[in-house]
């Protein structure tokens, strides 16, 4: 009788501290584990140095989101971000991508390649596009936000199949406003094989 008390004892601490958040939930660790966390301080010093700039820019001289968003403030921010981007603070050179641009690469399988966005996005939605131009290998293309909290989410998903077709897949992915995005491509399939592509993001 004393072991059933003390183990319902404990079941019922369990469940309270699950229901209150105070030990995080399965789903909720393999939801974070889906996007890639590694750069996550370079990613907070992406946002540090857009609220910098942004304080510089507005007359008040006091960072304001909604004020860093307006066209004529945020399109003067793009360029300076994107030349302090050169010394690698906020990811590695090449994987800095900007709306509008286009990305190219080849990988093997088994590799992936990340992609971040310089500031965080001024518009709620975006459009992911990936074509597949030559390779046998597949490829899973993995869409996050990062908040200024750290907070990670997975957004948006494009599957490839291992096989050699070639052509163009996108998905519009919502609610990232103020949130930076981060890009995964994993490429998979045999090791003498190739997914070769071009990555070109539209708002």
């Keep these: ?21 105070f030990i995080p939930a399965t789903e909720q660790t ?4 889906e996007c890639q966390t590694d750069n996550l301080p370079k990613v907070k010093k992406a946002f540090l140095d857009f609220a910098a700039e942004c304080a510089k820019k507005v007359e008040d001289g006091e960072e304001q989101p909604k004020k860093c968003f307006i066209p004529n403030i945020y ?5 300076i971000l994107k030349a302090l981007s050169k ?28 992609f971040q966005m310089l500031t965080p996005s001024p518009k709620n939605s975006m459009t992911v596009e990936i ?10 293309i993995k869409i ?7 907070n990670f989410k997975r957004v948006g998903t494009i599957n490839f199949p291992q096989n050699n077709e070639t052509g163009k ?9 103020g949130k930076i995005i981060r890009i995964s ?7 003498l094989k190739k997914f070769k592509y071009t990555l070109k993001t539209s708002q």
Aim: with cysteine; net charge negative.
């Design 1 to 21: 009788m004393k072991k059933l008390a003390i183990t319902s004892f404990f079941g019922l601490a369990l469940a309270i501290a699950l229901g209150f958040g």
């Design 30 to 33: 393999a939801s974070c584990a």
């Design 75 to 79: 399109n003067k921010l793009v360029p």
């Design 87 to 114: 010394d690698g603070r906020y990811a590695p050179g090449e994987r800095i991508l900007l709306v509008g641009e286009t990305q190219n690469g080849n990988l093997l399988a088994g590799t992936d390649r990340d």
């Design 131 to 140: 074509n597949k131009t030559d390779g046998g290998n597949g490829a899973l």
């Design 144 to 150: 996050c936000t990062v908040d200024d909290d750290g």
């Design 169 to 177: 897949k996108s998905v519009t992915v919502n609610g990232i406003e």
């Design 185 to 191: 491509i994993n490429s998979t399939g045999g090791v």
